[in-house]
T-cell receptor
């Protein structure tokens, strides 16, 4: 158990809908990272927040957005969902920003039908 | 564009044998990470390499980083079945706004 929690574990929704994935980092960690893992795209870094501020951006679509709240939990919002958004979404946390070991949560499996 | 290439992508080996997984990347970086993923599971951090010449070892796994060659290796010594998993390397491109790029992963199967 990494200490990172993600909810929900599974999510099934229809195209065009909007969903919110939630992540709670390990106690004491200030950075949260979001990743998408799919069979065709592999593992992709989406976005990183550090102590409430956006720190780095990867291949995140404009339909996706994220935020980190004062209590350091983070949410990833996915809107106008398409079939191709079906994937495993991981959250990871680390103590600071960059150069630290990242601890991954169990993931949320999103299925868009 | 930053590329991270791992090879081989698939590796089947006998227990007791040694092998090396290679991770090449295409831009300047001095931060490289190795992760392990078991089927249907999350990622587990194995090593964080932060400087040229860094070498870290844990059990039968040893990772090294050569930033001049833009190459990291994950060496497996005397493989055992429990090492069967997919191994990913990732590069943290500090000079590109900390963009993290992952390799495609190496699926390792260790046979008795």
């Amino acid at each position: 158990d990494s200490g990172v929690t993600q909810t929900p574990k599974h999510l099934i929704t229809a195209t065009g809908q909007r969903v919110t994935l939630r992540c709670s980092p390990r106690s004491g960690d200030l950075s949260v990272y979001w990743y998408q893992q799919s069979l065709d795209q592999g593992l992709q870094f989406l976005i990183q927040y550090y102590n409430g501020e956006e720190r780095a951006k990867g291949n995140i679509l404009e339909r996706f957005s994220a935020q980190q709240f004062p209590d350091l939990h983070s949410e990833l919002n996915l809107s106008s969902l398409e079939l191709g958004d079906s994937a495993l979404y991981f959250c990871a946390s680390s103590l600071t920003s960059g150069g630290n070991e990242q601890y991954f949560g169990p993931g949320t499996r999103l299925t868009v039908t | 564009e930053l590329k991270v290439e791992q090879n081989p992508l698939f590796l089947s080996m006998q227990e007791g044998k040694n092998y090396t997984i290679y991770c090449n990347y295409s831009t300047t970086s001095d931060r490289l990470y190795w992760y392990r993923q078991d089927p249907g599971k999350s990622l587990e951090s194995l090593f964080v390499l932060l400087s040229n010449g860094a070498v870290k070892q844990e059990g039968r796994l040893m990772a090294s980083l050569d930033t001049k060659a833009r190459l990291s290796t994950l060496h497996i010594t005397a493989a055992v079945h429990d090492l069967s998993a997919t191994y990913f390397c990732a590069v943290d491109v500090v000079y590109n706004n900390n963009d993290m790029r992952f390799g495609a992963g190496t699926r390792l199967t260790v046979k008795p």
